[in-house]
């Protein structure tokens, strides 16, 4: 069984480096989500041997790429890695056929032979009437079929995505976003996608490692991500309120404050995360005696198309989500004062080492 295991740290500059434990399964689509600057792509330049790493290995089927303790580090052209680069990176000078042939020239096929595999990979990506045009004259769509098919055609073992979509338009996304969903699933090796978007995280991987200043941060499905998230920019991408404190018998203590939760058999340290969509906002005390409740004031208020998202102030500061339509019922502006409620049984708890 092929499988990638990337376990390395590697220095990029005096203050940053990249230090990551990461594995992709056979048959199976990892996403590597973060932040600009976190360190997705060194991972990427890394695994295809474009940056050496200064300590740990990189395997890809039992085989070593990477292992400076050992001495044995695998030029790019020693390894089947298939690579799609977030600016696609055509050769301007080069027809569609000839771009997707590039690879495959430097891997002992004639000419010929190189040509005529680049022909069935245009087919196959719907960009063989394609074959004769230049990088200049193809939609952001185009290019990105033809990146993939050069990247397919050298029968790689390991599929890289360095940030695939993100140089796509809304509408283009959409439509290669699913083209790129069909071709991962028939692609047999590990799949690797380095992206910040988290929709694209969510609708394509099988699991998902979060890189936060050159460090992961979390993994799991995208399920566990979305529901447990670990860190406040797991947090966020989730659409959901982090918040550390000491839980006893049902009651978390957060900076003074306390928050009700449904789970009375957890006790110390924990993260709470609380969807946005759970705040509820009232200009007036909540009736029912809601277990969680307070006064506080909106401190920031963003408008989202339909949706509207606000910041509150202390006692616990809180993203709350809300339809355009209830914000204009409720009439608040920055600066009002408000109350927030949320149902304890809205609050999830994760025990925090």
Same mark, same amino acid.
């Given at each position: 069984?092929?499988?990638l295991?990337a376990r390395? %740290? $590697?220095?990029?500059s005096?203050?940053?480096? !990249?230090? +990551?434990?990461? @594995?992709?399964? /056979?048959?199976?689509? *990892?996403?590597?989500l973060?932040?600009?600057?976190?360190?997705?792509?060194s991972?990427?330049?890394?695994?295809a041997?474009?940056?050496?790493i200064?300590?740990?290995?990189?395997?890809?089927?039992? %085989? $070593?790429?990477?292992?400076?303790?050992?001495? !044995?580090? +695998?030029?790019? @052209?020693g390894? /089947?890695v298939?690579? *799609?680069?977030?600016?696609?990176?055509?050769?301007?000078?080069?027809s569609?056929?000839?771009?997707?042939?590039?690879?495959?020239s430097?891997?002992?096929r004639?000419r010929?032979e190189?040509?005529?595999?680049a022909?069935?990979?245009?087919?196959?990506?719907d960009?063989?009437?394609?074959?004769?045009?230049?990088?200049?004259?193809l939609?952001?769509?185009?290019?990105?079929r033809?990146?993939?098919a050069?990247?397919?055609?050298?029968?790689?073992?390991?599929?890289?995505?360095?940030?695939p979509?993100?140089?796509?338009?809304?509408?283009?996304?959409?439509?290669?976003?699913r083209?790129?969903?069909?071709?991962?699933?028939?692609?047999?090796?590990?799949?690797?996608?380095?992206?910040?978007?988290?929709t694209?995280a969510?609708?394509?991987?099988?699991?998902?490692?979060?890189?936060?200043?050159?460090?992961?941060?979390q993994?799991?499905?995208?399920d566990?991500?979305?529901?447990?998230?670990?860190?406040?920019y797991?947090a966020?991408?989730?659409g959901?309120?982090l918040?550390?404190g000491?839980?006893?018998n049902?009651?978390?203590?957060?900076?003074?404050?306390?928050?009700?939760?449904?789970d009375?058999?957890?006790?110390?340290?924990?993260?709470?995360a609380?969807?946005?969509?759970?705040?509820?906002i009232?200009t007036t005390?909540?009736?029912?005696?809601p277990?969680?409740?307070?006064?506080?004031?909106?401190?920031?208020?963003?408008?989202?198309g339909?949706?509207?998202?606000?910041?509150?102030?202390g006692?616990?500061p809180?993203?709350?989500?809300?339809?355009?339509?209830?914000?204009?019922?409720?009439?608040?502006?920055?600066g009002?004062?408000?109350?927030?409620a949320?149902?304890?049984?809205?609050?999830?708890?994760e025990?925090?080492?």
């Open positions: 069984m092929s499988s295991l390395f %740290s $590697v220095q990029r005096e203050s940053f480096v !990249v230090d +990551v434990d990461i @594995e992709v399964g /056979q048959g199976e689509t *990892v996403a590597l973060g932040p600009n600057g976190a360190g997705k792509s991972v990427v330049a890394a695994v041997g474009l940056l050496p200064d300590s740990g290995r990189i395997e890809l089927g039992g %085989s $070593v790429l990477d292992d400076p303790a050992a001495d !044995v580090f +695998v030029p790019p @052209e390894r /089947q298939g690579v *799609v680069f977030q600016d696609f990176l055509l050769f301007p000078h080069l569609v056929i000839e771009n997707i042939a590039f690879g495959l430097g891997r002992a004639s010929a190189a040509r005529s595999v022909s069935e990979w245009a087919e196959r990506l960009v063989g009437s394609l074959g004769n045009k230049r990088p200049g004259d939609s952001g769509g185009e290019s990105q033809v990146a993939l050069r990247a397919l055609a050298v029968s790689p073992d390991v599929l890289l995505l360095d940030e979509l993100s140089a796509l338009d809304v509408t283009t996304r959409a439509e290669v976003r083209v790129l969903e069909d071709h991962l699933a028939e692609f047999e090796g590990p799949r690797l996608f380095i992206t910040h978007d988290p694209d969510y609708l394509l991987a099988d699991r998902i490692y979060l890189i936060e200043n050159g460090v992961i941060t993994a799991g499905t995208p566990e991500i979305r529901l447990r998230p670990k860190t406040r797991a966020d991408l989730a959901a309120n918040l550390e000491t839980v006893r049902g009651v978390v203590a957060v900076d003074g404050h306390t928050v009700h939760v449904a009375e058999l957890i006790d110390g340290r924990v993260l709470l609380i969807p946005a969509t759970a705040v509820s009232h005390a909540p009736g029912g005696s277990r969680n409740s307070w006064s506080t004031t909106v401190e920031r208020l963003e408008h989202l339909s949706r509207a998202r606000l910041q509150t102030g006692p616990v809180l993203t709350a989500e809300l339809t355009e339509a209830a914000l204009l019922d409720l009439g608040i502006q920055p009002a004062a408000i109350w927030v949320i149902k304890a049984t809205e609050v999830s708890v025990p925090f080492d």
